[in-house]
């Protein structure tokens, strides 16, 4: 049998990472047993519909590289794949069920529903009473019958069976029990026509041929209904695998309160896809014990879903910035570049060459955590500096400064090798001559070219800029120095 996964999402707004996190165990899941992986939208609950939701979803999935088989926009053997389009499928399999007495119609308004709970104060749950409300039941089949075809208002609710235990198999969880006692008799068609989630989710999962049903623990309190529906259809049910919460650093439910949950937002924060995708893989499982590395294809290789943890999963942010950081230094440079580009576009920085950020990058990639911090750290890297330190410059310009630096810029003027190494070794060498230190002449350099008294390596810094751009700002600076306007 052929391993069919599905990510069902709904739309409501943008992707989470805990949304993040089901959609990647189920790729990694069906990749790894050579699948097939589907992308599903669960939109029949009208009132939290949010506009564009569907398009950000599926941006956020392509930019995390999870591409799937079947789904809006690609088809496939099951479409639509978009239950809003699949409202006659649910209609027919409501009347099955109906048909087989294993739901029925129900009549009551929502102020008699609010009545109903009031009886049991107190209570977090309130078991729909069928004895007693407004029912096929308590109203009789034709009296009922008459109702729905007169036009009242109506739903389909499940019966479900009194006093028996529903039994399922989670492969992270174990055996679980539930006693029907438990479980209310569950609206399955909504009086505006459309499906709940339970109906629509049992009838796809079952019509798509899904054999592994992989989602959020949230989500645990449901199956017993779905089991039962499964039951009563007299379909076999799919196997299922519950994920554990993810939590902040206080256990408590993972929450916008302590930072960014959407993935959106991390891309546009600047972390990579690859350093996003690593992390949210290992919120529940690890493929070893001393490893936290690993590529797309590793994490397929090694994916175990009965290896995923029951306990809730801390979502540590400041491990999340560790990672991006392990992937930033390992990126080759044309990629941040890529990614540079943009950010410098945005900044109105533009006509410099893909080699020149790559440079650029390279200087810069051990001091950043992020691609973005490049132009507020080294703005100087792309046009002459405007502000100079004060204290720095207070500290390390002296009355002779001009004197020693001029002989020092007819040499640089001079060299047709402008690569670190032969620049420390011109400048170490005419300094010593002069019976000074190396850093007596560094930190005026440093000022002069950068603004800053802190940076990447002097010469290094100096050799990317290159020799035409150095003499100028040096020649600049002393000029502007000499007017006293620094
Ligand atoms: N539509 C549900 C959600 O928004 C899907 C739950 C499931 O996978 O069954 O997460």
Known sequence: MSVRVRFAPSPTGFL????????????????????????????????????????????????????????????GDYAPYIQSERLSIYKEYADILHKKGAAYYAFDTTEEIDEMRKRNPGESFTKYDRTSMKNEYTLGEEESKKMVDSGTSYVLRLKVPDSTTVVFDDLIRGKVEVSTNEIDDQVLMKSDGFPTYHLANVVDDHLMKITHVIRGEEWL?????????????????????????????????????????????????????????????LLGWNPSSDREIYTIDELIESFDIEKVNKGGAVFDRAKLEWMNFQYLKLMPANELADILTPILEAKG???????????????????????????????????????????????????NTV??????????????????SALYELTKSYIEGLGKKLKEIIHPIRLMLTGKSAGAGMFETMEVLGKDECIKRIEEFIKIKETGKI
């Open 403 to 420: 004197e020693i630096l001029e002989p020092l810029l007819d040499k640089y003027k001079a060299t047709g090798d402008f690569s670190h």
């Open 221 to 281: 309190p449901s199956t017993p209904k779905h089991v039962l529906l499964y039951h009563a259809f007299g379909w076999e049910k799919p196997l299922f695998a519950h994920l554990p919460l993810l939590l902040n650093p206080d256990k408590s439910k993972l929450s916008k309160r302590q930072g960014s949950v959407a993935v959106e937002d991390f891309a546009s924060e600047g972390y990579f896809s690859d350093a996003i995708v690593n992390f949210v893989a």
């Open 349 to 399: 920085i533009t006509g410099f060459q893909t080699e020149y950020l790559e440079k650029v990058i390279n200087l810069f990639r051990e001091r950043i955590k992020f691609v973005k911090e490049i132009p507020e750290i080294a703005g100087y890297m792309f046009s002459s500096p405007q502000d100079f330190e004060q204290e720095y410059l207070e500290k390390h310009w002296k009355g």
């Open 16 to 75: 989470h990472v805990g949304g993040l996190r089901t959609a990647l165990y189920n790729y990694l899941f069906a990749r790894h047993h050579k699948g097939t992986y589907v992308l599903r939208i669960e939109d029949t609950d009208r009132t939290r519909l949010v506009e564009n939701a569907v398009e950000n979803l599926i941006k956020s999935l392509k930019w995390a590289g999870i591409d799937y088989d079947e789904g809006p926009g690609k088809g």
